[in-house]
């Protein structure tokens, strides 16, 4: 070969790397485009749940505490239900009422609430 054909082939080896570098810069740019648009639409969504949050947390917290209250009055009402029972039961030496036959529940409620039942 001549030092002449050598020569253009490098350009145009020179000129075809050149086009395969613009043409995945510009494939590379299209995706960050389209990733850029959903990003922005997440971002608004974002901000939406974090206005609405905001404003639902007093609420929240009013909810915790009342459920706190109940959580806590549970095991007495659950004590007073098995006396009432108890009283009205037609077989008064059978020793727990609304007992099931696999044996009593545990409830994670109670320990939710800092309940420690000397049953447990």
Same mark, same amino acid.
């Given at each position: 070969m001549?030092?002449?054909?050598?020569?253009?082939?490098?350009?145009v080896?020179?000129?075809? *790397? &050149?086009? +395969? *570098?613009?043409?995945f $810069?510009y494939w590379?740019?299209? $995706? $960050?485009a389209? &990733?850029?648009?959903? $990003?922005e639409? +997440?971002?608004g969504?974002?901000?939406?749940i974090?206005?609405?949050?905001?404003v &639902?947390?007093?609420g929240?917290?009013? &909810?915790?505490?009342?459920?706190?209250?109940v959580?806590g009055?549970l095991p007495?009402?659950?004590?007073?239900a098995?006396?009432?029972?108890?009283?009205?039961?037609?077989?008064?030496?059978r020793?727990k009422v609304?007992?099931?036959?696999?044996?009593?529940r545990?409830?994670r409620l109670?320990?939710a609430?800092g309940?420690a039942?000397?049953?447990?």
């Amino acid at each position: 070969m001549s030092e002449t054909t050598l020569i253009v082939l490098t350009v145009v080896e020179i000129v075809v *790397l &050149i086009a +395969g *570098l613009a043409f995945f $810069l510009y494939w590379v740019g299209s $995706l $960050l485009a389209k &990733i850029a648009t959903t $990003l922005e639409a +997440g971002d608004g969504l974002v901000r939406q749940i974090v206005d609405d949050a905001t404003v &639902i947390k007093p609420g929240l917290e009013h &909810i915790n505490r009342s459920g706190g209250v109940v959580a806590g009055a549970l095991p007495l009402l659950y004590g007073f239900a098995e006396q009432i029972i108890r009283k009205s039961s037609p077989n008064p030496e059978r020793p727990k009422v609304a007992t099931p036959a696999t044996g009593s529940r545990r409830s994670r409620l109670l320990d939710a609430v800092g309940f420690a039942s000397p049953r447990h």
